[in-house]
């Protein structure tokens, strides 16, 4: 080969390595689009407060992926009112978030029962069926079935458990006139940021120390806030 | 007259130049060094831990620096003076560097000189003050004067610390995937979020693990510690002035792990007291509930457990009703 065919040879090649790294840089910095977010900023009006409505179910049942025995979260699609798979929402930045769950699982004393003291709430309470409450005894009733804990905010809320025992436990999601606590609580969103949500009660049954599975597993047991001006 | 000789008297003094050049640019290079940098060097002087640690890595650039301009100078020489063009025979480089017995000798006794002394400086440094910053199991070798009694205190819920008391002040760190909690047993056993500790204090961090292997890292206090379930790893440091700091896990453990951090802060010893008695009294309704004030805790078997022990073992407690009624 002729020194000008190597040298072009080289010259590729190494360009070539150059865009690879760059395209490997970029991809790294920017691991996604807002896609796969569910967007609570449209139309929403700066210093009103925004509705979540969220449910959580002891087996996802059919309809909702390959893992039909799992654990999830879902959330109440704001724009459409249908139940979605997705755990991630975008959300305007300090903001009072209203959240309401309906809680269809069961429950069990906690792995640490800090998790059943409510924090980072608009006045350090949420309220189970209407009542308001700022610790729950995991060991007493039916124990708590999951948290909604948004460890950079320092938001958690034991979500109490129903009966274990009932035949008529949803085993299939959207869950809707079965047996169900209903959980609310505010929280302000902070400065814009990302910031990750998640479940506190190792509840991915049969998977290492309970916290594998779902509880490893984006859309089930965990998600993002993406938090923004 | 041998030809090295005849080299030598025609090019005198190359390793004298060399030498003072290196002396001159070492001397300038760690002075300028020590003002403009070292005071920067992480991790910071929060800590006496952290202040040694910090001392550690600027006597190690300090001696980095002359080895550093050694090889430059020499490079930089022996390209510039010694030459094939400039100078064929060279007297002190290429070949006749190998059997120049001032090159030879001067390469051994420096290399091992600062060798042994950074290897007896290391070993020195690790066990006689400075290694308590790590986890040390839980019977730790070195533990400052009063840790052992505050200690034992700590367990049996008698340990006592107020501002000026120079007590040890032992902190309890626990990991579950994916946050650090911390409890207080000298303010009744409370359990936080927040890690807040005082100034000016000795700390005890006793760290543990309530499922897979963490590691509780505060960088900027010079503090690491392994956090492993079952395990009470100890750890000592003393505060010096307030700060902020960030605690992050250091061990790989799952999908949040990178979200596994929490900022921290050192607060003078009469705003540490105030948020320490505050908290202790906002949380005593759930640090009622909680499991009495231990070095480590095995998963209750009543399901929290998350299905992995044996439902054979429930050292939280004996309560197993749940699941009996919808609570009202």
């Known amino acids: 080969m002729s020194l000008t065919g190597r040298l072009s040879t080289a010259i590729g090649l190494f360009l070539v390595a150059v865009v690879l790294i760059v395209w490997s840089l970029l991809a790294f910095l920017h691991p996604g689009t807002a896609g796969g977010y569910t967007d609570y900023t449209v139309g929403h009006t700066a210093g009103a407060p925004v509705n979540v409505t969220l449910q959580t179910v002891g087996a996802i049942g059919s309809g909702f992926g390959e893992h039909t025995t799992w654990v999830s979260y879902l959330q109440k699609d704001p724009t459409t009112g249908k139940w979605i798979h997705d755990t991630s929402m975008t959300l305007p930045a300090n903001t009072v978030i209203n959240v309401t769950i309906d809680q269809y699982d069961s429950g069990s004393p906690l792995r640490n029962q800090q998790w059943g003291q409510v924090t980072g709430t608009i006045g350090g309470t949420a309220t189970l069926n209407g009542k308001s409450f700022k610790v729950y005894n995991s060991y007493t009733g039916n124990g708590v079935g999951h948290t909604f804990a948004v460890p950079g905010l320092d938001v958690s809320v034991p979500l109490v458990g129903v009966n274990g025992n009932l035949t008529n436990i949803c085993g299939q999601a959207?869950?809707?006139?079965?047996?169900?606590?209903?959980?609310?609580?505010?929280?302000?969103?902070?400065?814009?940021?990302?910031?990750?949500?998640?479940?506190?009660?190792?509840?991915?049954?049969?998977?290492?120390?309970?916290?594998?599975?779902?509880?490893?597993?984006?859309?089930?047991m965990g998600g993002f806030l993406k938090v923004v001006a | 007259m041998t030809n090295q000789s005849t080299n030598e008297n025609n090019q005198p003094h190359h390793l004298r130049k060399m030498t003072v050049m290196w002396v001159i640019l070492s001397v300038v290079g760690?002075?300028?060094?020590?003002?403009?940098?070292?005071?920067?060097?992480?991790?910071?002087?929060?800590?006496?831990?952290?202040?040694?640690?910090?001392?550690?890595?600027?006597?190690?650039?300090?001696?980095?620096?002359?080895?550093?301009?050694?090889v430059w100078i020499y490079l930089s020489y022996s390209l510039i003076?010694?030459?094939?063009?400039?100078?064929?025979?060279?007297?002190?480089?290429?070949?006749?560097?190998?059997?120049?017995?001032?090159?030879?000798?001067?390469?051994?006794?420096?290399?091992?000189?600062?060798?042994?002394?950074?290897?007896?400086?290391?070993?020195?440094?690790?066990?006689?003050?400075?290694?308590?910053?790590?986890?040390?199991?839980?019977?730790?070798?070195?533990?400052?004067?009063?840790?052992?009694?505050?200690?034992?205190?700590?367990l049996v819920g008698k340990a006592t610390w107020s501002p000026g008391s120079k007590n040890v002040l032992p902190v309890q760190v626990i990991a579950q995937q994916w946050k650090f909690t911390y409890r207080y047993p000298t303010f009744g056993g409370f359990e936080s979020s927040q890690l807040i500790v005082p100034a000016d204090t000795t700390i005890a961090f006793n760290v543990t693990s309530l499922d897979v292997i963490h590691s509780f890292w505060a960088y900027q206090l010079g503090v690491k510690a392994d956090a492993n379930p079952g395990v009470n790893n100890v750890a000592f440091t003393t505060t010096k002035d307030p700060g902020n700091f960030i605690v992050r896990c250091s061990e790989l453990c799952g999908i949040w792990h990178g979200s596994m951090y929490n900022s921290g802060k050192v607060e003078s010893q009469a705003d540490f007291?105030?948020?320490?008695?505050?908290?202790?009294?906002?949380?005593?309704?759930?640090?009622?509930?909680?499991?009495?004030?231990?070095?480590?805790?095995t998963p209750d078997a009543n399901g929290a457990d998350g299905g992995y022990y044996n439902d054979d073992n429930d050292p939280y407690s004996t309560v197993e009703t749940y699941g009996a009624k919808q609570p009202s």
């Open chain 2, 81 to 154: 003076v010694w030459g094939d063009k400039r100078n064929p025979n060279p007297a002190f480089s290429g070949d006749a560097a190998r059997t120049n017995m001032k090159a030879q000798v001067s390469w051994i006794v420096i290399t091992t000189v600062t060798v042994l002394f950074l290897a007896g400086f290391g070993t020195y440094a690790l066990i006689v003050d400075h290694g308590s910053g790590g986890g040390q199991g839980p019977n730790p070798a070195f533990s400052p004067s009063g840790a052992l009694k505050a200690e034992t205190a700590a």
């Open chain 1, 174 to 220: 959207p869950c809707g006139n079965l047996p169900h606590n209903v959980l609310t609580f505010s929280f302000k969103t902070g400065a814009p940021g990302s910031y990750n949500w998640q479940c506190f009660v190792p509840c991915g049954l049969g998977y290492l120390y309970g916290n594998g599975g779902p509880m490893s597993t984006l859309n089930y």
């Open chain 2, 30 to 70: 760690d002075v300028l060094f020590s003002i403009f940098v070292a005071p920067h060097v992480p991790p910071g002087r929060l800590t006496e831990t952290a202040a040694k640690d910090q001392t550690d890595f600027n006597i190690l650039f300090e001696m980095a620096i002359p080895v550093l301009f050694g």
């Open chain 2, 273 to 297: 007291e105030s948020w320490a008695t505050n908290t202790e009294a906002a949380n005593s309704t759930n640090t009622a509930l909680l499991p009495a004030f231990a070095w480590t805790y």
